[in-house]
């Protein structure tokens, strides 16, 4: 991971058979402890794009709150076909599944 403008993240989402699903995030803005964006696509293991799948554009902020911190996350695609095609492939199950980790980390710390 190269987390700064202009910089990427290329990563795997590894299933519970151990198949692995590869993933790039360019990274468009970044401000420290507010929030950074970038726009998300399935690859291969070397970061090169799959020009049939579609490009997710991402939004995370950061909100302090009495009782730690509120994270807001915005999806966006470019054409509504896009975030159905991401929906038939599970996308909507696999994020709560990312979630759940997220919280269950946390709660560790």
């Not at 910089?7 to 790039?24: E, F, I, K």
């Not at 402890?33 to 291969?44: A, H, L, P, Q, V």
């Not at 076909?81 to 599970?90: H, P």
Request: glycine letters at 8%; hydrophobic letters at 35%; aromatic letters at 12%.
């Amino acid at each position: 991971m190269d987390f700064k403008e202009g910089g990427y993240w290329l990563y795997a989402m590894v299933g519970p058979d151990n198949t692995r699903h590869w993933a790039r995030i360019d990274f468009s803005a970044i401000n420290p402890k507010k929030s950074y964006e970038g726009i998300d696509t399935f690859c291969d293991e070397n970061g090169i794009p799959n020009p049939e799948m579609p490009k997710m554009s991402w939004k995370n902020t950061f909100e302090l709150t009495e009782g730690g911190t509120k994270l807001t996350v915005e999806i966006s695609f470019q054409k509504e076909a896009d975030i159905k095609q991401m929906m038939d492939m599970g996308f909507e199950q696999g994020f709560a599944s990312a979630l759940d980790n997220l919280d269950e980390t946390l709660r560790e710390l």
